[in-house]
């Protein structure tokens, strides 16, 4: 048996003294939140995703709803999604009273297969029933087939929300996720992903209308811009509510968290990449499937998957996984599928409705993958994995 070491979680943050600094500067100043820090974020952001518009939030998934109501999603709307991910994807569409469908995954990519999408559309047309919005998943931080996908989009009429978050930082045909393609781009800055603000997320568009609805639902849709006013102003205080909105705000203290962290993300990546292919070679020759690349775009690297090859090892996904957390290691499995949930299963969904989906499920297991992770610590995963297969 390999020598025990101190528990290697699956993912954690990576707080510098830059990040603390940054933030103990907000503590120290007039505002903690509704303050300057939030659009020095936002415009940082942009800029980095060259994108017009990035709205932040509280987190990503009150950016997945705010980024339906702001598309018009609405009872009797219908969404569709990927079932390999977390239910925020499915969830927010429901919130807005919507029916929600899924997609089935490419089994080497692990997003929605556009060949899947396609043929569902012709379906659904025959029938009547085409989506209104479909929201694709860029899992584990690789970008999904955009381009393709807004080719449907344009073809059978309907938006789309990518849930990119995952992918803060990836590359998709040469520029930064969240730029084109989609209509709307939403980011995760969880504790575990890419770059953190502990909580805390951010919705990117190129479109001025759109930007402005997601800026007003942020904020219990309030708006005190004089031009935007129905009635005559009683005085310099005053505020009108023209649409049904949320606190769904960002504090000051998380944005300086975020825009600190926003500095070093290429940094971060580059480490993420190394310790990726470093995985990749000191786990080539074990009975295992690993993340599968494209040229086309640079992942994000929040996850590395690897998925047990039956064709190959007798050991089942729970033997391994029970291994390794027993060593210490503190794998994850990413994602049950959403569809096979009690909740959605209540809906009309069932186990077989989509296999691809639920093949990969049955064999993933998410490994460490974080920028501090070590080499020895890369090295007794890939070493406690190799005895786990045996």
Same mark, same amino acid.
């Given at each position: 048996?390999?020598?025990?070491?101190?528990?290697?979680?699956?993912?954690?943050?990576?707080?510098?003294?830059?990040?603390?600094?940054?933030?103990?500067?907000?503590?120290?100043?007039?505002?903690?939140?509704?303050?300057?820090?939030?659009?020095?974020?936002?415009?940082?952001?942009?800029?980095?995703?060259?994108?017009?518009?990035?709205?932040?939030?509280?987190?990503?998934?009150?950016?997945?709803?705010?980024?339906?109501?702001?598309?018009?999603?609405?009872?009797?709307?219908?969404?569709?999604?990927?079932?390999?991910?977390? =239910?925020?994807?499915?969830?927010?569409?429901?919130?807005?009273?919507?029916?929600?469908?899924?997609?089935?995954?490419?089994?080497?990519?692990?997003?929605?297969?556009?060949?899947?999408?396609?043929?569902?559309? =012709?379906?659904?047309?025959?029938?009547?029933?085409?989506?209104?919005?479909?929201?694709?998943?860029?899992?584990?931080?690789?970008?999904?087939?955009?381009?393709?996908?807004?080719?449907?989009?344009?073809?059978?009429?309907?938006?789309?929300?990518?849930?990119?978050?995952?992918?803060?930082?990836?590359?998709?045909?040469?520029?930064?996720?969240?730029?084109?393609?989609?209509?709307?781009?939403?980011?995760?800055?969880?504790?575990?992903?890419?770059?953190?603000?502990?909580?805390?997320?951010?919705?990117?568009?190129?479109?001025?209308?759109?930007?402005?609805?997601?800026?007003?639902?942020?904020?219990?849709?309030?708006?005190?811009?004089?031009?935007?006013?129905?009635?005559?102003?009683?005085?310099?205080?005053?505020?009108?509510?023209?649409?049904?909105?949320?606190?769904?705000?960002?504090?000051?203290?998380?944005?300086?968290?975020?825009?600190?962290?926003?500095?070093?993300?290429?940094?971060?990546?580059?480490?993420?990449?190394?310790?990726?292919?470093?995985?990749?070679?000191?786990?080539?020759?074990?009975?295992?499937?690993?993340?599968?690349?494209?040229?086309?775009?640079?992942?994000?690297?929040?996850?590395?998957?690897?998925?047990?090859?039956?064709?190959?090892?007798?050991?089942?996904?729970?033997?391994?996984?029970?291994?390794?957390?027993?060593?210490?290691?503190?794998?994850?499995?990413?994602?049950?599928?959403?569809?096979?949930?009690?909740?959605?299963?209540?809906?009309?969904?069932?186990?077989?409705?989509?296999?691809?989906?639920?093949?990969?499920?049955?064999?993933?297991?998410?490994?460490?993958?974080?920028?501090?992770?070590?080499?020895?610590?890369?090295?007794?995963?890939?070493?406690?994995?190799?005895?786990?297969?045996?």
């Amino acid at each position: 048996m390999t020598a025990p070491m101190p528990f290697i979680p699956y993912s954690c943050q990576n707080i510098s003294d830059q990040d603390i600094e940054a933030v103990s500067k907000v503590l120290r100043s007039e505002f903690l939140t509704q303050g300057p820090v939030i659009p020095q974020f936002e415009d940082a952001f942009a800029k980095r995703h060259q994108v017009a518009h990035a709205v932040a939030v509280c987190n990503a998934t009150a950016g997945l709803h705010m980024a339906c109501l702001a598309l018009g999603v609405t009872t009797g709307s219908r969404v569709w999604t990927s079932p390999n991910s977390f =239910v925020a994807s499915a969830n927010c569409a429901l919130y807005c009273g919507a029916t929600v469908d899924f997609v089935d995954i490419d089994p080497a990519s692990r997003n929605m297969s556009v060949v899947a999408l396609e043929e569902k559309l =012709v379906n659904a047309k025959s029938i009547g029933r085409l989506p209104d919005v479909v929201i694709p998943v860029d899992f584990s931080g690789l970008p999904c087939d955009l381009r393709e996908i807004r080719a449907l989009a344009d073809v059978y009429g309907f938006k789309i929300i990518e849930d990119a978050s995952h992918a803060t930082g990836a590359d998709y045909l040469g520029r930064p996720v969240g730029n084109s393609f989609a209509h709307i781009s939403v980011f995760s800055f969880h504790a575990v992903k890419v770059i953190t603000t502990g909580e805390g997320g951010m919705v990117t568009t190129q479109d001025d209308e759109i930007a402005h609805r997601l800026r007003l639902l942020r904020s219990h849709g309030i708006t005190r811009d004089k031009q935007e006013l129905d009635q005559q102003a009683d005085g310099n205080w005053y505020y009108e509510q023209q649409l049904l909105g949320f606190n769904y705000r960002m504090t000051d203290i998380q944005a300086a968290l975020g825009l600190s962290q926003l500095s070093r993300i290429d940094e971060m990546r580059e480490q993420r990449e190394a310790v990726v292919n470093c995985y990749d070679e000191l786990l080539a020759r074990l009975p295992i499937k690993l993340p599968k690349r494209k040229s086309d775009r640079i992942s994000a690297w929040h996850l590395y998957v690897i998925e047990i090859d039956g064709l190959q090892t007798l050991k089942s996904r729970s033997e391994v996984f029970s291994h390794l957390r027993a060593a210490g290691i503190g794998v994850n499995v990413h994602y049950i599928p959403i569809h096979t949930q009690p909740y959605y299963s209540r809906l009309g969904f069932k186990r077989g409705d989509f296999p691809n989906s639920e093949k990969y499920y049955s064999s993933a297991i998410s490994i460490p993958l974080f920028p501090a992770i070590s080499n020895e610590q890369q090295m007794f995963v890939a070493n406690t994995l190799r005895e786990a297969l045996k």
